[in-house]
């Protein structure tokens, strides 16, 4: 009889009970990359996605991010590792590097170029390490980006190429780039620098060359250093473009490159399945689809360049 | 009282719950059945309208899918369109440069457009990612995209993966003019994920692309399309890329993690792809949950009421019956004035009343029943008493089997004391009169053995046994003048008498008398009880007779058992031996043994003189068995003639008896007094008589005359058995000394025959060689048949020599190595002239590669060349031939002719001496028939075989099987 009444309570608790709510859980996310501006970007495309996908900070998501120059970067790696975060979002290949040497077990979601040449990733279809996220495609778009700057200013003859000393393929580059200098009757030269104090020195070398237009290679650091460079070029009369779209508006000639909002977007979904559970190794890296291109109408006035229609018509984003 | 209490107790534990548990799940049972029958009935309705409504939404999800992505491509493809039907796009490649820029501006999944010219000549690529190029002027002519274009005008290429991880199509398309070229545009299809990602199945459903061969194209999992995911092998993939068909019903599947979703597929026309859209089943059958946890639910408090009513119902209908089943424990354990308290007012109380109404009767009933008991218990221990008594007179009667007196004693004691009678007395008919055998109580004096009791219907006991009924005289001094003979009426403390006849078959066998001092009549059962004493008297008495003859007949049965051995044991000790000494000697041993008589002695009967003679004896005094053997016993006036003549035994039991015999004073003088005599006759032939002497006067009793008798009749075959076998044995020897006389004249005569014979051949020979001067042509024939004839008489002689020779044991094979085909080639030269002169064909077979053979050579060439002579001699036309194999480590020689053959019946006999086929042509041919014997001797001296195979008219062929090796066969032998 008690028995009786025992087992149908037991019975009536389970259905009640079916509906239970799991527990909630804090991730921990962490960011390493060499350069601070990109936090902005980061905190606008990256944080907004995440927390569309259900990680919010001030919820279930803990951020620890940090910023420094290349030298720094095994030390602040180390930092992260301690924390023990559930993922890391390493921005540069040279966060990568840090990252990986920091610690054996974190999932790292790169945000840099040439996963499988670096090798970090097995093949893009199927990494199988411990690294996955976006590869930005760089040294070949350099060769593309030396050909648009060209289609704006037809009439020169000399080129010179901005590389960092850190950056990856730079051997690529000066051999595609000298190829279709050579096929367009340009002269080029290739301009190393390791910090943002060898900026000036590398300037004054492009005039004496009697550079007319500038390549600024895809790199992190340019990235950072945009508005310096910017300033640099004006200063030396030179023509340039810039990785990124958005460059064109901080004071690059043209910005032309993956759609960096596309990119990190993608980073944030990395970083979501990451936490869900999935292993990096499984995640396919991801190449960017979308390009944008960028001009700065105001330097362009200012070098006394004409934009030729065509460009306009290809342009995502035209600064005033 | 206590015990079966316990016991119900425990019972009622037992049971107790169980009826209240039967009502609560018999109310569960209904209730709940109802409910789950009409809940499950819903629920399969529900499910399959579910499943219904739910798969057409997922056809429907899944067209629309297929629209959405179809519009896509649609999109990209009119976009293309739009550079190719330009005005200007035949004009400068620049122009088309900026069209195509456009164009990647307009479309971006769009990476690369280039422009083939009529010829298939790439003029122009612009690219998102690499340089522009102009006027490469690659050959594309033969590639598809060219072909296909210029043929369809719109192409699509299959699916490919660029760096083995983004999926890519081309898309070409050929211009509106004549010589126009083809518009070739690289799409990167992660653009369709946008469409895909956008298509909203439910909660967590999806729809993704797969291609012809199940390649993933689109998902909204963007790196499965990354990773190049083969889907063929999820059975909804499977299936639609088999079926081909569009617009298949919706079906349960899998997802790629083995999940099972229910799933519905479209295809997208241009492509030859399929979209599918899936969606969690667990997603898609939630309502279905939903209502399955309502019904559930519904059918658990339903439950819950009807164990609550069977709960409430259940106490009601169990109270009562429980206090009726302790109220019927208590009377069931003894408490009969226990009464059960039920206030219900419907059956139970009824139920209740009754019981208490059973109760009342039961103790009422209770008490009548213990007076029973007891009387019975009394009744059963008188029983008791009579039987134990009955029982103690069994176990004298089985103590001592055969032993009457105790038995009775016991029966005398027992009557006594059961029937309540101060004395007892047992009495047996006895030639006519009552004899006492037994008694009890009474003085010892009164009765003793020799006590005998007329049998008179004056007394009580005689007349018991003459009206062979009980005699009961209440008082018999009252009675005295019916019973004036009773020897009551000499004792002063004998008042009531009681006699009982002993009957058994109906015929009185004695009486029991059973005697009161005082007048108390004996009470039926008393009575009774002694007519059973009686019986047992009768079984005991019968017992004890029954045992005597058994007794006498066993001992009977093991004489006649023992004389059978002896007679057996005789009959087989005579006919053990066939020697007539021994015989004889057996033969008068065992009579002795059989007459149990000291001596034993067989006569001869000598019909010439019609005398008998003593033979042999055993047991008689050597002087005795002497005066015996001299004397003869006449046939006619002795006791051995008249047993003869009559064939019967005659016996004399003392020999004193007897006047004038002559053996009468001998037997007496040697201290025997009586004989038997036994007369040895068969078929009417009187061999003697077979005498038995015994040194006690006395009568041979009847069965040792029989045995005798019998022993006499066996001895007689035995003797003669031997006599006839000792006439044989004599015979034979002599025939064998005849036999071998015989032989030794044979072999000495021919041997003289032979030397003078030689001579005569040796001069005829020299004669008619011319040594003695030249002969006249007359007398040299005469010569020559005088030879001829010679060598022939030389020839039997010879023969016969060897004949005598082998019959007196003489003749002895020279065994050495010899070639049996040399052998056979011998023959054949000697006999060839013969067949010659006779125009027969003479034939020598013999096998190649003969073995080397070992026997007497001179002796076989012997055998062989009778046979070829005979063969020769009667054949008249044809041919002889002889033949020789090795078979089985034998030899195999044949002679076979074309002869007149032999009959069957002779065929046997031409082996044997002197023995001929005897018709008028072997005449004719002479000869002694000697031949085939000794040519039988020596084949079978070597140890093998000669015969013959024939039929007349047919030729002959006689065959001989000899071991090849002669001593190799004696060895075995």
């Given at each position: 009889?008690?028995?009786?009444?025992?087992?149908?309570?037991?019975?009536?608790?389970?259905?009640?009970?079916?509906?239970?709510?799991?527990?909630?859980?804090?991730?921990?996310?962490?960011?390493?990359?060499?350069?601070?501006?990109?936090?902005?970007?980061?905190?606008?495309?990256?944080?907004?996605?995440?927390?569309?996908?259900?990680?919010?900070?001030?919820?279930?998501?803990?951020?620890?991010?940090?910023?420094?120059?290349?030298?720094?970067?095994?030390?602040?790696?180390?930092?992260?590792?301690?924390?023990?975060?559930?993922?890391?979002?390493?921005?540069?290949?040279?966060?990568?590097?840090?990252?990986?040497?920091?610690?054996?077990?974190?999932?790292?979601?790169?945000?840099?170029?040439?996963?499988?040449?670096?090798?970090?990733?097995?093949?893009?279809?199927?990494?199988?390490?411990?690294?996955?996220?976006?590869?930005?495609?760089?040294?070949?778009?350099?060769?593309?980006?030396?050909?648009?700057?060209?289609?704006?200013?037809?009439?020169?003859?000399?080129?010179?190429?901005?590389?960092?000393?850190?950056?990856?393929?730079?051997?690529?580059?000066?051999?595609?780039?000298?190829?279709?200098?050579?096929?367009?009757?340009?002269?080029?030269?290739?301009?190393?620098?390791?910090?943002?104090?060898?900026?000036?020195?590398?300037?004054?070398?492009?005039?004496?060359?009697?550079?007319?237009?500038?390549?600024?290679?895809?790199?992190?650091?340019?990235?950072?250093?945009?508005?310096?460079?910017?300033?640099?070029?004006?200063?030396?009369?030179?023509?340039?473009?810039?990785?990124?779209?958005?460059?064109?508006?901080?004071?690059?000639?043209?910005?032309?490159?993956?759609?960096?909002?596309?990119?990190?977007?993608?980073?944030?979904?990395?970083?979501?399945?990451?936490?869900?559970?999935?292993?990096?190794?499984?995640?396919?890296?991801?190449?960017?689809?979308?390009?944008?291109?960028?001009?700065?109408?105001?330097?362009?006035?200012?070098?006394?360049?004409?934009?030729?229609?065509?460009?306009?018509?290809?342009?995502?984003?035209?600064?005033? | 009282?206590?015990?079966?209490?316990?016991?119900?107790?425990?019972?009622?534990?037992?049971?107790?719950?169980?009826?209240?548990?039967?009502?609560?799940?018999?109310?569960?049972?209904?209730?709940?059945?109802?409910?789950?029958?009409?809940?499950?009935?819903?629920l399969w309705f529900s499910y399959q309208e579910n499943k219904q409504a739910l798969a057409r939404i997922q056809q429907e999800k899944a067209l629309a899918a297929a629209?959405r992505?179809?519009?896509?491509?649609?999109?990209?493809?009119?976009?293309?369109?739009?550079?190719?039907?330009?005005?200007?796009?035949?004009?400068?490649?620049?122009?088309?440069?900026?069209?195509?820029?456009?164009?990647?501006?307009?479309?971006?999944?769009?990476?690369?457009?280039?422009?083939?010219?009529?010829?298939?000549?790439?003029?122009?690529?612009?690219?998102?990612?690499?340089?522009?190029?102009?006027?490469?002027?690659?050959?594309?002519?033969?590639?598809?995209?060219?072909?296909?274009?210029?043929?369809?005008?719109?192409?699509?290429?299959?699916?490919?993966?660029?760096?083995?991880?983004?999926?890519?199509?081309?898309?070409?398309?050929?211009?509106?003019?004549?010589?126009?070229?083809?518009?070739?545009?690289?799409?990167?299809?992660?653009?369709?994920?946008?469409?895909i990602s956008?298509i909203k199945v439910g909660q967590a459903g999806y729809a993704y692309v797969v291609?012809?061969?199940g390649?993933l194209?689109a998902h909204p999992d963007?790196?499965l399309?990354?990773?190049?995911?083969?889907f063929s092998t999820l059975p909804q993939v499977e299936a639609a890329l088999a079926a081909?068909a569009a617009g298949a019903q919706a079906i349960v599947g899998r997802d790629s993690a083995g999940r099972q979703v229910l799933t519905a597929h479209a295809g997208?026309?241009?492509?030859?792809?399929t979209v599918f859209v899936d969606m969690p089943l667990t997603e898609a059958f939630a309502p279905l949950y939903a209502s399955t946890q309502?019904?559930?639910?519904?059918?658990?408090?339903?439950?819950?009421?009807?164990?609550?009513?069977?709960?409430?119902?259940?106490?009601?209908?169990?109270?009562?019956?429980?206090?009726?089943?302790?109220?019927?424990?208590?009377?069931?354990?003894?408490?009969?004035?226990?009464?059960?308290?039920?206030?219900?007012?419907?059956?139970?109380?009824?139920?209740?009343?009754?019981?208490?109404?059973?109760?009342?009767?039961?103790?009422?009933?209770?008490?009548?029943?213990?007076?029973?008991?007891?009387?019975?218990?009394?009744?059963?221990?008188?029983?008791?008493?009579?039987?134990?008594?009955?029982?103690?007179?069994?176990?004298?009667?089985?103590?001592?089997?055969?032993?009457?007196?105790?038995?009775?004693?016991?029966?005398?004691?027992?009557?006594?004391?059961?029937?309540?009678?101060?004395?007892?007395?047992?009495?047996?008919?006895?030639?006519?009169?009552?004899?006492?055998?037994?008694?009890?109580?009474?003085?010892?004096?009164?009765?003793?053995?020799?006590?005998?009791?007329?049998?008179?219907?004056?007394?009580?006991?005689?007349?018991?046994?003459?009206?062979?009924?009980?005699?009961?005289?209440?008082?018999?001094?009252?009675?005295?003048?019916?019973?004036?003979?009773?020897?009551?009426?000499?004792?002063?403390?004998?008042?009531?008498?009681?006699?009982?006849?002993?009957?058994?078959?109906?015929?009185?066998?004695?009486?029991?008398?059973?005697?009161?001092?005082?007048?108390?009549?004996?009470?039926?059962?008393?009575?009774?009880?002694?007519?059973?004493?009686?019986?047992?008297?009768?079984?005991?008495?019968?017992?004890?007779?029954?045992?005597?003859?058994?007794?006498?007949?066993?001992?009977?049965?093991?004489?006649?058992?023992?004389?059978?051995?002896?007679?057996?044991?005789?009959?087989?000790?005579?006919?053990?031996?066939?020697?007539?000494?021994?015989?004889?000697?057996?033969?008068?041993?065992?009579?002795?043994?059989?007459?149990?008589?000291?001596?034993?002695?067989?006569?001869?009967?000598?019909?010439?003189?019609?005398?008998?003679?003593?033979?042999?004896?055993?047991?008689?005094?050597?002087?005795?068995?002497?005066?015996?053997?001299?004397?003869?016993?006449?046939?006619?006036?002795?006791?051995?003639?008249?047993?003869?003549?009559?064939?019967?035994?005659?016996?004399?039991?003392?020999?004193?008896?007897?006047?004038?015999?002559?053996?009468?004073?001998?037997?007496?003088?040697?201290?025997?007094?009586?004989?038997?005599?036994?007369?040895?006759?068969?078929?009417?032939?009187?061999?003697?008589?077979?005498?038995?002497?015994?040194?006690?006067?006395?009568?041979?009793?009847?069965?040792?005359?029989?045995?005798?008798?019998?022993?006499?009749?066996?001895?007689?075959?035995?003797?003669?058995?031997?006599?006839?076998?000792?006439?044989?044995?004599?015979?034979?020897?002599?025939?064998?000394?005849?036999?071998?006389?015989?032989?030794?004249?044979?072999?000495?005569?021919?041997?003289?025959?032979?030397?003078?014979?030689?001579?005569?051949?040796?001069?005829?020979?020299?004669?008619?060689?011319?040594?003695?001067?030249?002969?006249?042509?007359?007398?040299?024939?005469?010569?020559?048949?005088?030879?001829?004839?010679?060598?022939?008489?030389?020839?039997?002689?010879?023969?016969?020599?060897?004949?005598?020779?082998?019959?007196?044991?003489?003749?002895?094979?020279?065994?050495?190595?010899?070639?049996?085909?040399?052998?056979?080639?011998?023959?054949?030269?000697?006999?060839?002239?013969?067949?010659?002169?006779?125009?027969?064909?003479?034939?020598?077979?013999?096998?190649?590669?003969?073995?080397?053979?070992?026997?007497?050579?001179?002796?076989?060439?012997?055998?062989?060349?009778?046979?070829?002579?005979?063969?020769?001699?009667?054949?008249?036309?044809?041919?002889?031939?002889?033949?020789?194999?090795?078979?089985?480590?034998?030899?195999?020689?044949?002679?076979?002719?074309?002869?007149?053959?032999?009959?069957?019946?002779?065929?046997?006999?031409?082996?044997?001496?002197?023995?001929?086929?005897?018709?008028?042509?072997?005449?004719?041919?002479?000869?002694?028939?000697?031949?085939?014997?000794?040519?039988?001797?020596?084949?079978?001296?070597?140890?093998?075989?000669?015969?013959?195979?024939?039929?007349?008219?047919?030729?002959?062929?006689?065959?001989?099987?000899?071991?090849?090796?002669?001593?190799?066969?004696?060895?075995?032998?």
């Open positions: 009889m008690r028995r009786l009444a025992a087992i149908m309570l037991f019975l009536l608790a389970l259905i009640a009970g079916h509906h239970a709510a799991a527990q909630d859980r804090i991730f921990r996310l962490a960011i390493l990359s060499p350069n601070p501006t990109a936090m902005e970007a980061i905190r606008e495309i990256v944080l907004v996605q995440l927390a569309r996908l259900g990680f919010a900070e001030g919820k279930n998501l803990k951020l620890d991010a940090r910023f420094g120059e290349v030298e720094a970067l095994p030390g602040l790696a180390q930092e992260l590792a301690s924390l023990e975060p559930d993922a890391l979002f390493a921005s540069s290949n040279a966060s990568v590097d840090a990252a990986l040497a920091a610690t054996s077990s974190i999932p790292i979601v790169m945000f840099g170029q040439d996963p499988v040449g670096s090798g970090y990733a097995a093949s893009l279809a199927r990494p199988g390490g411990r690294v996955t996220g976006v590869a930005i495609l760089t040294a070949d778009l350099d060769v593309k980006r030396l050909e648009l700057l060209r289609d704006v200013v037809p009439a020169a003859r000399r080129a010179a190429v901005l590389l960092h000393s850190t950056g990856r393929g730079n051997d690529v580059r000066e051999k595609s780039m000298g190829d279709l200098a050579s096929r367009a009757g340009l002269t080029i030269s290739f301009h190393s620098v390791a910090r943002v104090q060898d900026y000036p020195a590398a300037f004054a070398a492009m005039r004496a060359a009697g550079a007319e237009l500038l390549v600024v290679s895809a790199n992190t650091h340019f990235a950072r250093d945009v508005r310096t460079l910017a300033e640099l070029a004006r200063q030396a009369g030179l023509s340039t473009v810039c990785e990124w779209q958005e460059m064109a508006a901080a004071g690059c000639l043209l910005g032309y490159g993956p759609s960096r909002t596309e990119l990190y977007r993608l980073s944030a979904n990395y970083i979501a399945r990451i936490f869900r559970g999935a292993a990096p190794g499984d995640l396919p890296i991801e190449q960017p689809a979308n390009f944008e291109l960028g001009v700065n109408m105001q330097v362009a006035r200012a070098l006394g360049v004409t934009i030729p229609t065509t460009l306009l018509l290809r342009a995502d984003e035209v600064t005033e | 009282m206590n015990a079966p209490a316990a016991t119900t107790k425990d019972e009622m534990a037992r049971h107790g719950g169980k009826l209240f548990r039967k009502y609560i799940l018999l109310f569960v049972a209904l209730v709940g059945g109802t409910l789950l029958v009409n809940g499950a009935l819903e629209a992505i179809e519009q896509f491509l649609d999109e990209i493809t009119r976009q293309i369109g739009w550079t190719t039907r330009a005005q200007w796009s035949r004009t400068v490649l620049e122009q088309r440069r900026f069209e195509y820029l456009q164009l990647l501006r307009q479309a971006p999944a769009v990476t690369e457009v280039s422009h083939l010219d009529a010829q298939g000549r790439e003029e122009l690529r612009v690219s998102r990612l690499a340089m522009d190029v102009i006027g490469s002027g690659t050959d594309f002519s033969s590639d598809p995209k060219f072909i296909e274009a210029r043929a369809r005008k719109t192409w699509f290429s299959p699916v490919y993966f660029r760096k083995e991880s983004e999926p890519y199509i081309t898309v070409a398309l050929a211009g509106t003019g004549r010589d126009s070229g083809v518009t070739v545009a690289e799409v990167n299809l992660k653009f369709i994920w946008d469409v956008r291609d012809t061969r390649l194209i963007i790196g399309v990354l990773r190049k995911t083969d081909k997208i026309a241009p492509l030859d792809w309502r019904t559930a639910a519904l059918i658990l408090l339903g439950l819950v009421l009807a164990v609550g009513a069977g709960l409430l119902l259940a106490r009601r209908m169990v109270v009562p019956i429980q206090a009726l089943q302790a109220g019927a424990a208590r009377i069931g354990g003894g408490d009969l004035r226990h009464r059960i308290e039920v206030k219900t007012g419907d059956e139970l109380e009824a139920l209740a009343d009754q019981f208490n109404r059973m109760t009342a009767q039961l103790e009422e009933s209770y008490a009548g029943l213990e007076r029973k008991v007891q009387e019975r218990t009394d009744e059963l221990a008188r029983s008791v008493e009579e039987l134990t008594a009955t029982s103690e007179i069994l176990r004298v009667i089985a103590s001592s089997p055969g032993k009457l007196q105790p038995v009775l004693q016991a029966v005398a004691e027992n009557a006594s004391r059961l029937s309540e009678a101060d004395h007892v007395t047992i009495h047996r008919v006895d030639q006519g009169e009552l004899r006492f055998v037994a008694s009890h109580g009474f003085r010892k004096d009164r009765m003793t053995e020799d006590t005998r009791l007329r049998i008179a219907p004056g007394a009580v006991a005689g007349r018991a046994v003459i009206e062979r009924r009980n005699v009961h005289v209440p008082d018999i001094v009252a009675a005295r003048a019916e019973y004036p003979d009773s020897p009551a009426h000499r004792y002063r403390d004998v008042k009531t008498v009681l006699a009982v006849p002993l009957m058994r078959e109906g015929i009185p066998i004695g009486v029991i008398v059973a005697l009161r001092a005082e007048v108390r009549p004996f009470s039926e059962k008393q009575i009774d009880l002694v007519t059973s004493f009686a019986d047992q008297a009768v079984i005991a008495i019968e017992n004890a007779r029954l045992l005597d003859e058994l007794q006498a007949r066993t001992n009977d049965l093991m004489r006649s058992v023992e004389e059978l051995k002896a007679l057996g044991e005789v009959g087989r000790a005579v006919s053990s031996t066939l020697d007539l000494k021994t015989v004889l000697e057996t033969v008068v041993a065992r009579g002795a043994t059989l007459g149990e008589a000291e001596a034993c002695s067989i006569y001869r009967y000598r019909a010439a003189h019609k005398q008998f003679k003593l033979w042999h004896a055993a047991g008689l005094d050597p002087a005795f068995a002497t005066t015996l053997r001299a004397l003869d016993v006449r046939e006619d006036e002795t006791l051995m003639g008249q047993a003869v003549r009559a064939r019967e035994p005659v016996q004399l039991a003392d020999l004193r008896a007897l006047s004038n015999m002559p053996l009468r004073d001998a037997s007496l003088a040697a201290g025997y007094h009586s004989v038997l005599i036994v007369p040895l006759v068969r078929a009417e032939r009187v061999f003697g008589a077979l005498v038995l002497n015994r040194r006690h006067p006395g009568e041979f009793s009847n069965s040792t005359v029989n045995l005798l008798r019998t022993f006499a009749s066996q001895s007689i075959l035995a003797i003669q058995n031997a006599q006839l076998f000792q006439e044989i044995e004599d015979k034979g020897r002599q025939l064998e000394i005849a036999s071998q006389h015989k032989s030794q004249f044979l072999a000495n005569m021919s041997h003289e025959l032979r030397t003078p014979l030689n001579a005569i051949l040796g001069y005829t020979e020299l004669l008619l060689d011319g040594l003695y001067g030249k002969l006249g042509e007359k007398a040299q024939g005469v010569l020559e048949r005088v030879q001829s004839n010679g060598k022939h008489l030389l020839g039997l002689i010879n023969d016969v020599l060897d004949l005598a020779k082998i019959e007196a044991g003489q003749l002895t094979l020279t065994v050495s190595d010899y070639a049996v085909g040399a052998i056979v080639q011998s023959v054949v030269a000697a006999t060839e002239s013969l067949a010659k002169a006779k125009g027969l064909e003479l034939r020598a077979e013999v096998a190649p590669a003969m073995p080397l053979g070992c026997g007497d050579e001179r002796r076989l060439t012997q055998v062989l060349l009778n046979l070829v002579g005979n063969a020769i001699k009667f054949t008249d036309a044809g041919s002889v031939t002889v033949s020789a194999v090795a078979r089985d480590g034998r030899f195999k020689l044949a002679v076979r002719d074309t002869g007149p053959g032999i009959a069957e019946d002779d065929q046997a006999r031409i082996f044997e001496e002197f023995q001929q086929v005897d018709n008028s042509s072997t005449r004719k041919k002479g000869g002694t028939g000697l031949g085939l014997a000794i040519s039988r001797r020596i084949i079978e001296m070597h140890g093998g075989t000669i015969t013959v195979e024939s039929e007349l008219g047919a030729g002959a062929t006689f065959r001989i099987d000899i071991p090849i090796r002669v001593d190799d066969a004696r060895e075995v032998a």
